[in-house]
């Protein structure tokens, strides 16, 4: 028994792999489950953002008020 295998059979190989890769990695992504975290990450570039100037000085009297 000669198990050879030739360049055209290991490409074909590889590209079966990366074509169950794409489809699985489709499947989560797109998954209904994972909307809430997806969501909270789409807001993480927005999570160190500084008050508004008019936020900062409505901030200030509320404290000096108390």
């Given at each position: 028994m000669d198990f050879t295998v030739d360049i055209g059979q290991l490409r074909g190989l590889g590209?079966?792999?990366?074509?169950?890769?794409?489809?699985g990695l489709s499947l989560w992504v797109f998954s209904g489950?994972?909307?809430?975290?997806?969501a909270e990450a789409s807001l993480l570039p927005f999570a160190d953002e500084h008050?508004?100037?008019?936020?900062?000085?409505e901030t200030a009297l509320r404290s000096t008020r108390q």
């Open positions: 590209t079966l792999i990366v074509a169950i890769a794409f489809i489950r994972r909307n809430r975290e997806f008050l508004p100037n008019a936020a900062k000085e």
